[in-house]
């Protein structure tokens, strides 16, 4: 009987306390400006309590909860026995006492005692009718539980891996093994993936504008431009998607390098061009337009963050005016792209929330 009350009593809100002493409970409820505290004393069959032990049980419990500094204390003591005659004496005088004889699965409220406290009456009796059944529901309350704990553990995994930059990795991932290719194969790979304007418009070479993204001059080159790459991409591929963003960064890509294509016309310059920092920087103004248009509701972050991105950007294309063989126009082309890809981004968003 004692583990089946235990049960309904935690399935009714109440949270055990240690006493570290043998067939004696605790259990307390925050209720609205108080506590309520029962007392369980469970009294094995052969065994005898005497009014005075049973006082000084109740009185050094009370006690020791007040020390805790726990609001104030509404307390109710239950003597579980076969013994109900015994446990009547142990507990005179006391109203808030009542017995359950364990053996026959009833309430015993002797006449001097309290009819209630707050509705524990009729909870007991419902509880006295099929006892087991609190271990059951309490059992089913720790499966359902556990299952709605592992839900959520999994749905964190889940979402922990949909934070990760799967994309953006992929494609630093790509710049290596495209960088380690022309390591191997030296230059004539190096010069076949380049922005060759000559070889775009005399051989027809179209696919260039694609593999130049993908051709670093060197390890700094590399490193620089995934730094740039992998702190965009952390904060544009989750809210954009991955396929949009696979598909949004080589477009800017594509359009940095016919800027950089007409630029080279213009000029009448055969130089070719390498690098993924045209698409780099048309993230940038695509993530710079939508941080000024945001900036009356982001905190103090957001507003670091677009200085960082002027910061950048700015730096950007400042070596490329004082930094021999920087290829400025296709910063300059991206960062247009990317501020336009703002714009039209935006206005999708406002479509798709006013309808």
């Known amino acids: 009987m004692k583990e089946q009350l235990a049960s309904f009593l935690i399935l009714?809100?109440?949270?055990?306390?240690?006493?570290?002493?043998?067939d004696f409970s605790i259990y307390?409820?925050?209720?609205?400006?108080?506590?309520?505290?029962?007392?369980?004393?469970?009294v094995k069959e052969g065994e005898m309590i005497t009014e005075s032990s049973y006082r000084k049980l109740r009185d050094d419990a009370v006690a020791m909860?007040?020390?805790?500094?726990?609001?104030?204390?509404?307390?109710?003591f239950l003597i579980l026995t076969s013994n109900v005659p015994m446990a009547v004496l142990a507990s005179?005088?006391?109203?808030?006492?009542?017995?359950?004889?364990?053996?026959?699965?009833?309430?015993?409220?002797?006449?001097?005692?309290?009819?209630?406290?707050?509705?524990?009456?009729?909870?007991?009796?419902?509880?006295?009718k099929d006892p087991g059944r609190a271990d059951e529901l309490l059992t089913d309350?720790?499966?359902?539980?556990?299952?709605?704990?592992e839900a959520k553990k999994k749905a964190d995994e889940v979402k922990m891996r949909a934070a990760i930059p799967w994309v953006t990795i992929g494609i630093l991932v790509l710049n290596l093994l495209v960088g380690l290719l022309c390591l191997i194969f030296g230059e004539p790979l190096f010069d076949a993936l380049d922005l060759d304007p000559t070889a775009i418009f005399e051989r027809h070479q179209w696919y260039r504008i694609f593999t130049y993204m993908y051709v670093h001059a060197g390890i700094t080159h590399y490193v620089n431009n995934m730094v740039m790459l992998y702190l965009q991409g952390n904060i544009l591929e989750k809210p954009l998607g991955r396929v949009r963003f696979v598909i949004l960064y080589h477009v800017l890509g594509i359009l940095a390098g016919l800027g950089s294509l007409a630029y080279k016309v213009y000029t009448g310059s055969t130089i070719g061009s390498v690098g993924a920092s045209g698409a780099i920087m048309g993230l940038m103004g695509m993530l710079f337009y939508i941080s000024i248009r945001s900036i009356g509701t982001v905190k103090r972050g957001g507003l670091n963050r677009i200085l960082l991105l002027l910061l950048c950007a700015g730096s950007s294309i400042y070596q490329g005016f004082?930094?021999?063989?920087?290829?400025?126009?296709?910063?300059?082309?991206?960062?247009?792209?990317?501020?336009?890809?703002?714009?039209?981004?935006?206005?999708?968003?406002?479509?798709?929330?006013?309808?």
Do not use: C
């Open 12 to 22: 009714e809100g109440f949270t055990p306390v240690s006493t570290n002493i043998d």
């Open 28 to 42: 307390l409820k925050k209720e609205t400006g108080h506590v309520t505290v029962l007392m369980i004393l469970s």
């Open 65 to 76: 909860l007040k020390a805790k500094n726990l609001p104030e204390l509404h307390s109710f």
């Open 92 to 128: 005179n005088g006391d109203r808030n006492a009542w017995i359950i004889d364990d053996k026959n699965a009833q309430l015993v409220i002797p006449p001097d005692r309290a009819e209630d406290f707050y509705g524990l009456k009729g909870q007991l009796q419902v509880f006295l």
């Open 141 to 149: 309350v720790r499966k359902n539980l556990n299952r709605a704990v």
């Open 322 to 355: 004082v930094v021999p063989g920087v290829d400025n126009a296709a910063h300059i082309a991206g960062m247009l792209a990317g501020v336009l890809t703002g714009i039209i981004w935006e206005l999708m968003m406002r479509r798709r929330r006013e309808k």
